[in-house]
């Protein structure tokens, strides 16, 4: 009995453990991602939350504090999207941007979490007087 219950418990473990599959991906150019999972859950990303979540390193982070923080992409588009692999995809951003690959693991963690990121990068910019908005040229 027990190992029946044992084998069991380690079925559902391993079930968990598997993130749901991408069903859908569909380019909202030039502000949004609309993805859909086979868990039923669907997302709508903005090109905006996207940017600022992107998996890459950047050279237009600035670090503040010993914090990553990217901002000034309120108005950020989404130019194109590329396959990678069957596990993935490469965002190309309207201010070039272009090295993240965003893993369906992570566009769905990404999508469950939006609006808690969304908050934390929000006071993440308060905190250090910066803005979603670009910077205005001199």
């Known amino acids: 009995m027990a190992a029946a219950t044992g084998a069991v418990i380690r079925r559902l473990h391993t079930a968990a453990a598997q993130p749901p ?34 998996p890459a390193a950047d050279s ?8 990553k923080v990217i901002f000034g992409r309120r ?7 590329e396959s990678v692999g069957n596990y993935g995809v490469r965002i190309l951003f ?19 979490n939006k609006f808690s990121l969304m908050r934390s990068y929000i006071r993440t910019l308060r905190k250090h007087s910066l803005s979603r908005d670009p910077q205005r040229k001199k």
């Open 21 to 54: 599959r991408l069903t859908k991906l569909a380019l909202h150019p030039p502000k949004s991602v609309e993805i859909e999972f086979t868990d039923g859950s669907s997302f709508h990303l903005s090109a905006e939350f996207l940017r600022v979540y992107s």
């Open 60 to 67: 237009k982070i600035r670090s503040v504090g010993g914090e």
């Open 75 to 81: 108005h950020v588009g989404i130019m194109s999207a």
């Open 94 to 112: 309207d201010d070039l941007h272009k090295t993240g690959i965003f893993t369906w693991d992570y566009l769905h963690h990404l999508g469950a």
